[in-house]
């Protein structure tokens, strides 16, 4: 196992009586990017500025880089990159300024030319001020400035939010450009599961500040399945089978959300169960993560009804 | 040698097995030849934006499957035809694979007759000698 | 280096305040000054009217003049306190700039120095030395026949720290993150307090030490709040 440079133990977060983060365990090895799913008020943005110690945990610990979050030291910060969510930069500041404001604080790994490459790239004027620029291309300044002192970590907080498709995929191609690099790794959270597909290792699913899955891309992917079993005459009242997520009757179907349960059990259980036969639907990454957060017996907000 | 590849993000497919089918589609329909030698990990990785280690894990399927062998310094490469070796499993899998085909097409009130003919409409489609004569126009 | 670009961007937050102190009390002094010359003919025309009554121009115009500058200055100087105070600390809460400026390689306290730096070098480029200046002005024998006192001199320093106060209390409100009602209304009161307690004081030293004592537990306040204080 390579080193860890994101771990968290038990990390908990209380605001007044509202639970935002609940005993979150993680360990992120060197190398490579973790996607960090969760739908809106999961606890993403919480838990990651509780990692930056910029909250203060009701429980729990976490280190960047073996440095405990709530006492980094600049020698680390230096060696972290954040994405705030929103990119929130100082408004009065040109591209330029900021250049400078933010090279200042990574001597010497600071990259130059990276920068300017970049935001030529991106067709900004360095002369341009903050307050200037569109919401697409403040994401890209606030890109570059994460990426040009060539962090171990970054992290970012929700940076696709609201952009357009090809601002997006630029924040791919930084973060695959970076992880390109030796040793370096990559958390960032998102709600669009598409980009958290093409570009991550790695999962962590939280839901109601709760930990729902740590694992690759490829075992979620394994793991979630729905299966719809066909039955002669009546579908069975009582569903007994490892790993139910969420069961739905239609007619003589018999519809199963499961996780982590593997193709033998359900064949027997379809054999125990009297089902004539069954599929095993395959389901996008969306769906999948669709069906793993709701909650169970979840009614469906529009329903056609037949006239 | 061009090598073409579109990753859809949001479809069931996970994105290593479309890599993997894109390629070994290339390899049947001669666009990739034997002894082509594939992108680097890194560069296609960073050319198609997807995980590094997805396209690792693309092309040790396809390894495994005998499509390419990999040479220790010098790159991944298609292997000759001669060399891939398909076990019984394999040819049982495509036999069942087929069968489905079959049973859609029959649904569909198709004789046999226009089966074959589809069939072989379709195969056209990976003829070696076909493919070069569209590079060539 | 890292402290001088933390330096540079705080002082260029405070910096259209400044300008705007610093213009409104050249404006204001010099219209005094003008309502001098003003006044000065003023007496010379109520002298020409009524022969035999006579009056010291000079003593006429003195005071008005120099005496008004003293609450101008103090309303600027709180006027200023206040407005550093707000850019400073309760901005950023809704800019949502915390994060970016948190995330910095250095320790919260360096971040926390260059914002009272900023704002003391706001407060020393703008209001004291056009204070100076008049003092200075005033002074010159050819000006006025009675100068003004060292004591008035002194009590314009008193507005000045008092501007401070005011400036750290409400970086002190700005920073809690307390309901109104409860302690994040303390650094405003406490600073409103001190301020009235002055006006009730004649000793001089008793005063200056009572905004020295009163600008150290502020500080402190703030020193606590900012490295506790969740963003």
């Known amino acids: 196992m390579s080193e860890i440079v994101l771990e968290t133990e038990g990390l908990t977060k209380y605001y007044g009586d509202s639970l935002a983060v609940d005993h979150l365990d993680l360990e992120i090895p060197r190398g490579c990017i973790c996607g960090f799913v969760g739908r809106n008020g999961a606890g993403k943005t919480t838990a990651i500025k509780l990692m930056l110690g910029l909250l203060e945990p009701t429980a729990g610990s976490s280190r960047l880089l073996g440095c405990d979050s709530s006492a980094l ?20 500041m040109s591209i330029a300024g900021l250049e400078k404001f933010q090279r200042a604080f990574f001597p010497k790994q600071w990259d130059d030319k990276f920068f300017t490459d970049m935001i030529e790239y991106f067709d900004l004027p360095k002369k341009k001020k903050i307050k200037h620029l569109s919401n697409g291309q403040r994401a890209q300044v606030s890109l570059a400035l994460a990426l040009a002192p060539n962090p171990e970590l970054l992290i970012m907080d929700d940076p696709t939010l609201g952009l357009d498709a090809a601002i997006r995929r630029q924040f791919l191609e930084g973060m695959i450009g970076l992880i390109m690099r030796e040793g370096r790794t990559v958390l960032f959270s998102s709600h669009i599961l598409g980009d958290v597909e093409r570009v991550s290792e790695r999962i962590v699913v939280i839901d109601k500040g709760i930990l729902r899955a740590y694992c690759s891309l490829e075992q979620f992917q394994e793991a979630v399945k729905k ?37 033998e059990q359900i064949a027997e259980w379809a054999k ?9 639907v395959k389901m996008s990454l969306e769906d999948q993560f669709i069906e793993f957060t709701a909650p169970a017996n979840q009614k469906r907000l529009f329903k056609w009804e037949e006239r | 040698m061009p090598l073409w590849i579109q990753i859809l993000p949001g479809s069931d497919e996970p994105i290593y097995v479309q890599v993997t089918e894109q390629i070994s589609e290339a390899i049947a329909r001669g666009q990739l030849a034997s002894g082509d030698k594939l992108p680097a990990v890194r560069k296609l990785a960073s050319e198609l934006v997807i995980n590094p280690n997805t396209v690792a894990r693309a092309y040790s399927r396809l390894e495994q499957a005998g499509l390419v062998t990999t040479k220790t310094g010098s790159g991944t490469f298609v292997s000759d035809p001669k060399m891939r070796r398909s076990d019984a499993a394999d040819i049982n899998m495509l036999a069942e694979r087929m069968d489905t085909l079959i049973t859609r097409g029959l649904n569909l009130g198709m004789g046999e007759q226009d089966l074959i003919r589809l069939f072989e409409s379709r195969l056209t489609k990976f003829s070696k000698k076909s493919n070069k004569r569209k590079e060539e126009k | 280096m890292r402290f001088s670009s933390l330096l540079h961007k705080e002082f260029r937050e405070c910096l259209p305040w400044m300008l705007l102190a610093a213009i409104l009390f050249v404006a204001v002094t010099s219209v005094l000054f003008q309502t001098e010359t003003y006044s000065e003919n003023n007496s010379y025309r109520f002298s020409r009217l009524s022969p035999g009554t006579v009056i010291s121009s000079y003593k006429i115009t003195f005071y008005p003049a120099m005496s008004e500058t003293g609450p101008w200055l103090f309303f600027l100087s709180i006027g200023l306190g206040l407005a550093l105070g707000v850019r400073q600390f309760w901005i950023p809460n809704f800019t949502g700039t915390w994060p970016f400026l948190l995330h910095r390689s250095v320790s919260r306290n360096t971040i926390l120095a260059a914002k ?9 480029c703008s209001i004291v030395p056009i204070w100076v200046g008049i003092y200075w002005y005033a002074t010159r024998p050819e000006v006025f026949a009675v100068p003004p006192t060292f004591r008035f001199f002194i009590e314009g320093w008193i507005f000045i720290t008092l501007g401070l106060v005011t400036y750290l209390g409400a970086g002190l409100s700005g920073l809690s993150t307390a309901k109104w009602y409860t302690t994040k209304i303390f650094g405003l009161a406490f600073a409103s307090l001190i301020i009235i307690t002055t006006f009730s004081q004649r000793s001089l030293v008793w ?14 306040r703030i020193f606590d709040t900012f490295l506790r204080r969740e963003f």
């Open chain 1, 227 to 263: 299966v719809i079993f066909t039955f002669a005459d009546s579908v069975p009242n009582e569903v007994n089978i490892d790993g139910l997520l969420h069961c739905k009757r239609i007619e003589k179907q018999l519809e199963l959300t499961l996780v982590g349960t593997d193709d």
């Open chain 1, 73 to 92: 030291t600049p020698a680390i910060r230096q060696r972290i990159g954040y994405v705030t969510e929103g990119h929130r930069l100082f408004r009065w």
């Open chain 3, 207 to 220: 005063v200056l030490t009572l905004i020295a004592v009163s600008a150290a537990i502020l500080l402190s």
């Open chain 3, 116 to 124: 009272l730096t900023a704002a003391s070098i706001a407060f020393a």
């Open chain 1, 272 to 280: 125990s169960a009297g089902a004539e036969n069954h599929t095993i």
